[in-house]
């Protein structure tokens, strides 16, 4: 058995490209995660019940796509999900799933929308519907700060002020900011944080490494590779590539998502743009050269001789 890298001989150099896509592009995620096909179901499942494991009462089992979405606001603007999902766990109980990885205005006004649009769609005409509403969960991904503090991962649900208890299991959110996942994986870290690393660092890597050496991330990652992509496929994905990256720099207060630009101009392997990246957040003067040299590729010295160049220049 072919023995695995570290993380730190893991990583692509300048020059070179991942094999492996963006997972939070559209169609690669889709591809990868696909809940019609055996391969890529299990993935989901195991997506699933790791990112939702403190909220779920037993683990899912199975898991298959909607087949009614109706958008009861009549706007195409509001049917965002990447998936609308029906699942059952392992005692049968059904709930329903959306996943969203996509970047929007009025985050989390969006996100309680699509919950009562899940729990709305589960009303059936007549007079014998009782309102046995399933539980509902609404997974957000995304590269955008939404909380002040360094939590990548907030949980709600409907609870008790006074005593914090849930009250009702109609309503379940997760929302995951990966720009504040750090480059930094374990073998004993959790489930939890290899997903997210998983999610943020894949197309940073050119093979999984010692620290994901798993079953689980074994299987996905060989649904991730661009080279499983189609012609067609491929075509799609590079265009949803660059269509994301013209949204992102056109996103107020871009600074503060330094990640999202950097994972972009990384997978472009140009040292002289990995430069001007750093020297933009030098001007921002938000980070340390550390930080700077993480998000950039480049070392901690070249920063510090970028830092002083700047400096004598101004």
């Not at 009702?168 to 489930?191: G, Q, R």
């Amino acid at each position: 058995m072919k023995e695995r890298k570290s993380l730190k001989d893991c990583i692509v150099k300048p020059g070179e490209k991942s094999p492996f896509a963006n997972l939070l592009i559209d169609l690669a995620f889709k591809k990868a995660f696909d809940p019609d096909k055996p391969t890529s179901r299990n993935n989901l499942i195991n997506l699933l019940n790791d990112l939702l494991e403190p909220q779920l009462k037993r683990p899912i089992k199975n898991v298959w796509t909607r087949n009614v979405a109706k958008n009861l606001s009549g706007s195409k603007e509001s049917r965002t999900a990447i998936f609308d999902l029906h699942c059952k766990d392992d005692m049968g109980n059904l709930i329903e799933i959306e996943v969203q990885i996509r970047e929007m205005d009025n985050f989390m006004k969006r996100l309680a929308f699509y919950a009562s649009e899940l729990v709305a769609n589960q009303a059936e005409p007549g007079e014998e519907w009782n309102y046995d509403v399933q539980p509902t969960y609404v997974i957000a991904l995304t590269r955008i700060h939404v909380f002040d503090d360094e939590n990548a991962v907030h949980r709600a649900a409907v609870t008790d002020l006074e005593t914090g208890k849930q009250v009702m299991d109609t309503y379940n959110y997760a929302i995951i900011e990966l720009s504040k996942v750090p480059f930094f994986i374990e073998k004993t870290s959790s489930d939890l944080s290899k997903w997210l690393f998983f999610f943020r660092y894949l197309n940073r890597l050119k093979e999984l490494p010692e620290e994901l050496n798993e079953s689980k991330f074994q299987q996905l990652t060989e649904s991730s590779k661009v080279s499983n992509f189609s012609k067609k496929e491929l075509e799609a994905y590079q265009r949803m590539h660059h269509e994301k990256w013209d949204h992102n720099v056109m996103v107020p207060g871009i600074f503060k998502e330094f990640a999202t630009e950097i994972n972009a101009k990384i997978e472009e392997r140009i040292s002289d743009r990995n430069r001007e990246i750093a020297k933009k957040m030098v001007v921002a003067g938000k980070l340390s050269d550390a930080e700077i040299a993480d998000y950039s590729g480049l070392s901690v010295e070249d920063v510090v001789v970028l830092r002083s160049q700047m400096c004598e220049s101004d």
